[in-house]
């Protein structure tokens, strides 16, 4: 008969436990996983909504559940600071935008070749700090402060957001993405406004027939849980935000004062 204590002394059984232990770790990191995931769908409902306050709540909780420099921790801080600069809290929005740029922008530097899905992180993030950028610049330009630093800064953003970084290989389209239709017309209008006005022309104009493609299942639409009429309000956004970007390149093209605020007005709701 074998006794207790040497039963468990069985050399077996540190191997069972850490077994048991590598399987609830496992379990809590898909739990946590699939909390992120669901406070994220529910935070941008809420935000297309127009509810920003729930949606940065729900943004800021799925934020903590991600570790520290994660594609994911990356994600909820860029999502955090669209909420806030929809209620305009603006250092707050910019907080949080430079720490998802700076996250997925070293994913992208420390790969030789880097992946579809880490371009698409940088691409975005890039976008919401030329979005936060441009949104401080119009600011300053009311209130008569210096706007150079941050025009240079808008315009770097929103083409490393179009076109890639500066120090590496320029982006690649083999073929016309969702992203490219959700940012398009934001390109366009702060192009139109800090950059080349004949590139914000001709983007608009491209954005106007790139609407209709908007969630295709063609272009491998990154948001599979949208029903049939979210994907029509989809369209009609991305239709109304590429006719409002090219209004924003011809009212660009006057050197008028008023024009000029209306199209910093017209540019702000697209972006």
Same mark, same amino acid.
């Given at each position: 008969?074998?006794?207790?204590?040497?039963?468990?002394?069985?050399?077996?059984?540190?191997?069972? /436990? =850490?077994?048991?232990?590598?399987? $609830?770790?496992?379990?809590?990191?898909?739990?946590?996983?699939? !909390?992120?995931?669901?406070?994220?769908?529910?935070?941008?409902?809420?935000?297309?909504?127009?509810? +920003?306050?729930?949606?940065?709540?729900?943004?800021?909780?799925? +934020?903590?559940?991600? %570790?520290?420099?994660?594609?994911?921790?990356?994600?909820?801080?860029?999502?955090?600071?669209?909420?806030? =600069?929809?209620?305009?809290?603006?250092?707050?929005?910019?907080?949080?935008?430079?720490?998802?740029?700076?996250?997925?922008?070293?994913?992208?530097?420390?790969? #030789?070749?880097? =992946?579809?899905?880490?371009?698409?992180?940088? /691409?975005? =993030?890039?976008?919401?700090?030329?979005?936060?950028? +441009?949104?401080?610049?119009?600011?300053?330009?009311?209130? &008569?402060?210096n706007i150079e630093p941050l025009?240079?800064?808008?315009? &770097?953003?929103?083409? #490393?957001?179009?076109? &890639?970084?500066? !120090?590496?290989?320029? +982006?690649?389209?083999?073929? $016309? %993405?969702?992203?490219?239709?959700?940012?398009?017309a934001g390109v366009a209008a702060?192009?139109? /406004? $800090?950059?080349?006005?004949?590139?914000?022309?001709?983007? @608009?104009?491209?954005?106007?027939?790139?609407?209709?493609?908007?969630?295709?299942?063609?272009?491998?639409?990154?948001?599979?849980?949208?029903?049939?009429?979210?994907?029509?309000?989809?369209?009609?956004?991305?239709?109304?935000?590429?006719?409002?970007?090219?209004? $924003? @390149?011809?009212?660009?093209?006057?050197?008028?004062?008023?024009?000029?605020?209306?199209?910093?007005?017209?540019?702000?709701?697209?972006?």
């Amino acid at each position: 008969m074998v006794n207790f204590s040497e039963r468990t002394n069985c050399p077996i059984l540190p191997r069972i /436990r =850490s077994i048991t232990d590598a399987q $609830v770790s496992e379990a809590k990191s898909a739990k946590r996983k699939a !909390d992120f995931d669901r406070l994220m769908l529910d935070a941008a409902k809420y935000h297309s909504s127009g509810d +920003y306050i729930e949606a940065v709540a729900r943004r800021l909780e799925a +934020y903590e559940l991600t %570790s520290e420099d994660s594609l994911d921790r990356g994600k909820a801080a860029r999502d955090v600071a669209t909420s806030y =600069s929809k209620l305009g809290l603006v250092d707050d929005a910019d907080k949080y935008a430079k720490e998802a740029y700076d996250i997925h922008k070293s994913f992208v530097e420390l790969s #030789e070749i880097p =992946s579809t899905e880490h371009m698409r992180e940088f /691409r975005t =993030s890039a976008f919401c700090r030329a979005v936060n950028c +441009y949104r401080e610049y119009v600011e300053a330009k009311n209130s &008569g402060i210096n706007i150079e630093p941050l025009k240079s800064q808008a315009i &770097g953003y929103i083409r #490393e957001a179009w076109y &890639g970084l500066d !120090d590496g290989e320029p +982006y690649s389209r083999p073929k $016309v %993405s969702q992203d490219d239709i959700d940012m398009i017309a934001g390109v366009a209008a702060i192009e139109a /406004r $800090v950059g080349d006005i004949y590139t914000a022309l001709e983007l @608009g104009a491209t954005s106007i027939p790139l609407a209709f493609m908007s969630e295709s299942s063609k272009l491998g639409a990154i948001r599979t849980n949208l029903d049939k009429s979210e994907k029509i309000k989809s369209k009609k956004r991305a239709l109304f935000r590429g006719i409002g970007s090219l209004a $924003v @390149g011809v009212m660009s093209l006057r050197k008028n004062k008023k024009v000029g605020l209306l199209a910093n007005k017209l540019s702000l709701k697209i972006v």
